[in-house]
């Protein structure tokens, strides 16, 4: 996989770059849970949420989730492009 790593080496970084995906995950997660939560629930007094909330916890995590998908496939079609164009480092070789 990677030049000039032994096998012990190669899986300290893959476990570190698990690591740190799983990481970039959990906050990213955190970060959603925590938007959809201030933006949709807004009513104390009882333990469970109302319909009006959860429909908007509903939407709000669907729209985010169409919304991350969508740059993903945008970032794809960006890289494939500037790899044949020949604009990333590793290209052409």
Do not use: I, W
Request: with cysteine.
């Amino acid at each position: 996989m990677n030049v000039g790593l032994n096998a012990q080496e190669q899986r300290e970084l893959e476990s570190r770059m698990e690591k740190k995906q799983m990481k970039e995950f959990m906050t990213t997660y955190q970060n959603l849970v925590q938007r959809c939560f201030d933006d949709c629930v807004n009513d104390f007094t009882t333990k469970s949420l109302h319909q009006r909330e959860e429909g908007c916890v509903l939407r709000c995590v669907d729209k985010a989730m169409k919304g991350a998908e969508r740059l993903g496939q945008r970032f794809q079609e960006q890289n494939a492009q500037m790899m044949q164009s020949g604009q990333l480092p590793g290209a052409g070789r």
